[in-house]
C-alpha cells in the first residue's frame, strides 16, 4: 500500500474509547512518548516503511524474539527528538498525496488514485530518499535501507511483522487499564496494522521475497530486487483472485489501486480486518486477557497466501516461483513453465536487464 493508503485505512476505524464511546481514529491522535501526535492512519503509514528496526522481525529466531524487534521499532518512531523531527517533515511532505487520495475515496468521486500515483512516482522517491536518507545506525534505517530489506511486507514473514505487532499491543492494553494504557496500546497496534494492510495488496501475495533480496543472498548488486519489484508491480497491476478463512472470494489490486472500482471488494475486507485488529485492542483492554495467535480475528477476513497461487483461481503465472527461479518467458503473463534453480541460461542479472529494458 501507498503512504496515503495506509493514512485513509486507519483513519476511519471507530475506536472504542475509554469512556466506552466510539470514537473516529482521525479525530483522536495519540501523543508519543517524545511529542509526536499522530492519527491512527498517520502511524499505519509511517510504520514499517520509514520506520523500524534495523533488522527484519521476521528474523527474530523466536516469536519472543519478533516481539522485541516489533516493539524496538516502534520506539524508532515514538522516542527521541530526531524521530519527531523526521515524521513531522515527512508528514509535511505527503500532505499533497494524502489530500488527493483522501478525494478519491469519497463516495461518488471520479478521480484514480492510480494515475495520481504514477505521475508523482519519480518525484516522490527523490523527495523521501531526501528526507530520511539511505543510511542506517543504531535501531532504525532510513527509507531505502527499510525498503531494500522489507521482508515484512510481503507474504508469511507480513503476517508473521503483524502477529508480533499485534501482540505486542495486546499485552500492553492487558496490563494496564488506564487510558493512557490503551491509547499506547492502540498506537502500537497502528504500526502493528501496517504489515496486515499490506497482506491486501495484491503484489505483495506471491512475490517470493527472501528468494529475490540481496540482502537475504549477500549477492554484490540488486539484480534479484530488480526482479522482485517487477513481480510486485506486476501483481500489484494485474490483480489477483483470493478467498479468506470465511470463505468470501474476490479479485484483489495493489498498491496506488485501493480506492479504483475494481477494488472495492478488496478495500471492504481490508477495511473489516484493521476495525477488527483495533477492537481485538479493546477487548484485551477491557477483559485483562490476551487471545491466541491462532484466533487473531483480522485474518479472518484476509486472503490466505494460498489461494493467490491456486491453480483453480485461474490467476496469471506468479512472474517467479516459490524457489526464486523466473518464467522461461519472464515477459509472458501466460507462460507457465519456469527456469531451473540451477540452470545454466539464466542469471538475475541478466533477467533483471530484460525486466528494465522492457519497462517492467
Not at 123 to 147: A, C, D, H, P, T
Request: hydrophobic share 35%.
Amino acid at each position: 500500500m501507498e503512504f496515503a493508503e495506509h493514512v485513509q485505512l486507519g483513519d476511519p476505524v471507530r475506536l472504542s474509547w475509554h469512556d466506552d464511546t466510539p470514537q473516529l481514529a482521525k479525530s483522536k491522535p495519540f501523543k508519543l512518548d517524545n511529542g509526536l501526535r499522530l492519527t491512527y492512519g498517520q502511524i499505519c503509514a509511517l510504520g514499517g516503511d520509514f520506520f523500524g528496526y534495523k533488522e527484519p522481525i521476521c528474523f527474530g529466531k523466536t516469536f519472543e524474539d519478533q516481539i522485541t524487534r516489533f516493539t524496538k521499532g516502534f520506539e524508532t518512531l515514538a522516542t527521541g527528538t530526531a524521530a519527531k523531527a523526521l515524521a513531522e517533515k515527512v508528514l509535511k511532505s505527503k500532505e499533497e498525496e494524502v489530500a488527493a487520495v483522501e478525494a478519491a475515496s469519497q463516495p461518488g468521486s471520479k478521480a484514480t488514485t492510480d494515475a495520481y500515483y504514477n505521475s508523482i512516482r519519480a518525484k516522490y522517491i527523490v523527495e523521501i530518499q531526501n528526507i530520511l536518507g539511505g543510511v542506517f545506525g543504531g535501531q532504525e534505517k532510513g527509507y531505502l535501507g527499510l525498503s531494500l530489506l522489507n521482508l515484512d511486507h510481503f507474504g508469511a514473514d507480513a503476517r508473521t511483522a503483524y502477529n508480533a505487532g499485534h501482540t505486542a499491543a495486546l499485552r500492553r492494553a492487558a496490563k494496564d487499564k488506564t487510558a493512557k494504557g490503551l491509547e499506547e496500546a492502540y498506537a502500537m497496534n497502528a504500526f502493528a496494522d501496517h504489515y496486515l494492510q499490506d497482506s491486501f495488496a495484491s503484489g505483495h501475495m506471491r512475490v517470493p521475497r527472501r528468494k529475490l533480496c540481496a540482502g537475504v543472498s549477500g549477492d554484490l548488486n540488486y539484480a534479484r530486487d530488480v526482479c522482485a519489484h517487477a513481480m510486485h508491480r506486476e501483481d500489484n497491476k494485474e490483480g489477483l483472485v483470493v478467498k479468506n478463512p470465511l470463505g468470501q472470494s474476490w479479485r484483489a489490486y495493489g498498491d496506488s489501486a485501493l480506492f479504483s472500482p475494481p477494488n472495492r471488494d478488496n478495500l471492504a475486507r481490508c477495511r473489516d480486518a484493521v476495525a477488527a485488529s483495533a477492537n481485538e485492542v479493546y477487548e484485551a483492554w477491557q477483559k485483562q486477557t490476551i487471545p491466541p495467535v491462532s484466533s487473531f480475528k483480522a485474518w479472518q477476513h484476509a486472503p490466505t497466501l494460498e489461494s493467490a497461487l491456486d491453480p483453480a483461481n485461474k490467476n496469471h503465472p506468479p512472474m517467479f516461483n516459490k524457489e526464486g527461479c523466473p518464467r522461461t518467458d519472464v515477459l509472458d503473463k501466460t507462460c507457465k513453465t519456469y527456469e531451473s534453480p540451477n540452470g545454466m541460461f539464466w542469471s538475475y542479472l541478466n533477467t533483471a536487464r530484460k525486466l528494465l529494458t522492457s519497462g517492467h
